[in-house]
Nanobody, 115 residues
């Protein structure tokens, strides 16, 4: 059974930093693309950053240069380092992977950036 468990959210002032973690189980983690999404109130869930098995990364334009996605295959964990946070980064952040043509999601972790 695939499980994703996020942690690391919280309340931070604008300009601050947070690091999110997502622990995966039930998959051969090192072979999977892992993705962070976010959903702000009243908005659709959108992709933030993604990292493939080989380590290449993709970032949504608004977070380029501020967020860094990384993975530790020995720990079955993907991270999202978020620096220079802005109030518009406030959202619930979700970890995602695809297994046997199905999307799996974590429970989400709230990130709130105050101005």
């Amino acid at each position: 059974q695939v499980q994703l468990v996020e942690s690391g959210g919280g309340l931070v002032q604008a300009g601050g930093s947070l690091r999110l973690s997502c622990l995966a189980s039930g998959i051969i983690f090192s072979t999977y693309t892992m993705t962070w999404y976010r959903q702000a109130p009243g908005k659709q869930r959108g992709l933030v950053a993604s990292i493939i098995a080989g380590g290449s990364t993709y970032y949504e334009d608004s977070v380029k240069g501020r967020f860094t996605i990384s993975r530790d295959n020995a720990k079955n964990t993907v991270y999202l380092q978020m620096d220079s946070l802005k109030p518009e980064d406030t959202a619930v952040y979700y970890c995602n992977t695809k297994h046997v043509r199905r999307d799996y999601w974590g429970q989400g972790t709230q990130v709130t950036v105050s101005s």
